[in-house]
């Protein structure tokens, strides 16, 4: 007997049942503690080996464990059992560190790129500018006890903010404290928009997550108290890491 896997091994149950045992198995000795949050799950071709399977069987095992939320495959550190979900509240204020400080975990910031381009119409009309003004485009990595969480891209007017590019790097990531380098010390969150679809090749290498693995897209506009539009910013959060909690009466999350 064949399947997409290869031959079936002579003495082992059939292959399109061999996986599910396996990750049911593996998922059995997560849930008694056997593998703890963060450690490293036996490399496929170790469990192939153990089980008489071929590797892709294994593989496919771990793609199950990963859609149940048990294990994160990523690039480079093999198949880890997952943490809890991280909770990024939605409400109108909104900081990745001090959501995270408040849960007991260190964020960070990495800066991955900086340039001076000429805004399209869509976001120069969410920012309440001309098409065609000249804006800041700045993407950093977020992380969470040094984990990448997610990548965002962010957009500011050149025109009201000079060097922003250079206050982004000197606050390491930092919106909110590249922002209060301009004597902007309070600003509010007036629309998030929230996608899913399948991560890229580059996001999964930066968040260090499978490619084609699910991701979430937010697109948000942060505002002066006044409501003035200031930043625009497109993310993209490792859909197996994060979760979004709707603050349903506008608390401030800050």
């Given at each position: ?83 809890r979900r991280v909770p990024y509240p939605l409400g109108r204020r909104v900081s990745m560190r001090a959501n995270l400080g408040r849960i007991g975990m260190v ?148």
């Amino acid at each position: 007997m064949t399947d997409a896997n290869g031959p079936a091994e002579a003495g082992t149950p059939d292959l399109g049942t061999a996986w599910r045992r396996i990750a049911d198995e593996l998922a059995g000795s997560i849930g008694k503690g056997e593998y703890a949050a963060g450690d490293i799950l036996p490399a496929a071709t170790a469990l192939a080996e153990r089980y008489g399977v071929h590797r892709h069987t294994v593989r496919q095992a771990f793609r199950h464990l990963a859609e149940q939320g048990l294990v994160t495959v990523s690039r480079g550190r093999g198949t880890q059992v997952s943490t809890r979900r991280v909770p990024y509240p939605l409400g109108r204020r909104v900081s990745m560190r001090a959501n995270l400080g408040r849960i007991g975990m260190v964020g960070s910031s990495a800066v991955l790129s900086e340039a001076e381009v000429e805004g399209e119409p869509e976001t120069c009309e969410d920012l309440g500018l001309e098409p065609g003004a000249a804006l800041w485009r700045l993407e950093g990595l977020s992380l969470a006890d040094g984990t990448p969480m997610g990548t965002g891209t962010h957009w500011l007017s050149v025109a009201r903010f000079p060097d922003f590019d250079r206050a982004y790097r000197t606050a390491e990531g930092s919106m909110t404290a590249a922002l209060k380098a301009f004597g902007i010390t309070d600003y509010v969150r007036l629309s998030t928009r929230l996608t899913a679809r399948l991560a890229s090749e580059r996001e999964a290498a930066l968040l260090q997550i499978e490619p084609g693995a699910p991701v979430m897209v937010s697109v948000a506009i942060d505002a002066l108290p006044d409501l003035t539009p200031i930043h625009l910013v497109s993310s993209v959060f490792a859909g197996e890491r994060m979760e979004m909690v709707v603050e349903p009466f506008g608390e401030d999350v800050r």
